[in-house]
């Protein structure tokens, strides 16, 4: 995706008033997840997990959603709320889960399991979110499963390492798309259990989406909100925390006592650091909102068909709908 020609920053602005300037000026609304670096969260309006963020989007007032995260999770505010610009620090921050489920290979798979009902990962294209019967978050993704009816087949995509958990957790047999995330798998068991031996008493807490090793040891497992509510309410004084580091930021934030400790990844690199998600710099950050630019955009009948999946899902969480079928009813 091309990056648009702009204006150079002046010399000598500081960012983090102009931001500020800038946001009321357009009546901007800043969202950031939690794997963004500490000072974007810090200037962040909201703050949340893919679910959390989704429903902020759909929810707000502003004019402007500015959303620092990766690409699928400012798609989905556009798809959620169309008449709201939408912008993202750097185009390019995309999803190695978002990027291995190409729309033509899922319909070619979908094709292949007639009648059976498709859930996809929130970590996915607008064009798959089209294509699928339901959607899904890793805080939402038990009971959407348990919403569907026991005698329909469902194919889960695109992480197999969520999937695998959701069949173990919910008994549900599901097909599996083969997709994983390229930060989650990198987690070293064996380094694990030798930070475990040092910290004898530590949780340890990771997300779903890491490899069924790294899950298998874990004392906690869940979403980005799930993991620091887990930490703020566990008597544990220390925690071994297997998902993306920027998270420990807040973790360390609301519960200033305790110890975190970051999950080693193989090797000596540092790639437990999403790529994509650290793409976003005060700089862009600035210049999004000053140029209100790259814009996200998701195009009719596309962003229609991705919202009714959407739909479905919010409808099963927020409680409207019991079921698979109560949603389709609701929503269609
Ligand atoms: P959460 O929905 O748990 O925040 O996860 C998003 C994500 O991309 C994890 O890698
Ligand atoms: Fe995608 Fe993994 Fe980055 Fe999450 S951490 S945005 S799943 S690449």
């Not at 292949?112 to 294209?125: E, I, K, L, Q």
Request: aromatic fraction near 6%; proline fraction near 8%.
């Amino acid at each position: 995706m091309d990056q648009p020609a702009r204006p150079p920053i002046p010399p000598g602005v500081d960012l983090e008033d102009e931001i500020d300037r800038l946001r009321r000026e357009r009546n901007a609304v800043i969202l950031a997840h939690y794997y963004q670096d500490e000072e974007i969260q810090d200037l962040a309006d909201f703050l949340g997990d893919s679910l959390q963020l989704a429903q902020a989007a759909r929810d707000t007032e502003a004019d402007v959603i500015v959303f620092c995260g990766v690409h699928f999770m400012a798609e989905t505010a556009k798809v959620l709320n169309p008449t709201r610009t939408v912008v993202i620090p750097d185009l390019e921050a995309g999803c190695s889960l978002a990027a291995g489920c190409p729309a033509d290979r899922f319909q070619a798979w979908k094709a292949r399991h007639p009648g059976a009902v498709t859930v996809s990962y929130v970590n996915c294209s607008a064009a798959v979110k089209a294509e699928s019967d339901l959607i899904c978050t890793s805080s939402n993704a038990e009971r959407i499963v348990a919403a569907i009816p026991e005698d329909r087949t469902i194919l889960f995509a695109p992480d197999r390492n969520l999937g695998r958990y959701l069949i173990r957790k919910t008994g549900r047999s599901m097909e599996l798309w083969p997709g994983s995330c390229i930060v989650h798998e990198t987690f070293s068991l064996k380094k694990l259990l030798a930070l475990k031996e040092r910290h004898p008493d530590a949780e340890v807490i990771a997300h779903p989406e890491c490899e069924e090793p790294v899950l298998e040891v874990a004392d906690f497992i869940g979403s980005t909100s799930a993991l620091l509510a887990r930490t703020k309410a566990s008597p544990a004084e220390t925690f071994i925390v297997a998902t993306e580091p920027g998270i420990l930021a807040r973790m360390r934030a609301e519960s200033p006592q305790k110890t975190f400790v970051p999950a080693p990844p193989e090797g000596t690199c540092a790639c437990n650091e999403c790529p994509y998600m650290k793409l976003t710099t005060l700089e862009k950050l600035y210049l999004s909102l000053r140029d209100l630019s790259p814009v996200v955009d998701v195009p009719e009948p596309l962003r229609s068909a991705a919202l009714r999946p959407i739909e479905r899902m919010l409808a099963i969480t927020e409680g409207r709908a019991a079921t698979f079928d109560d949603a389709v009813a609701l929503v269609g």
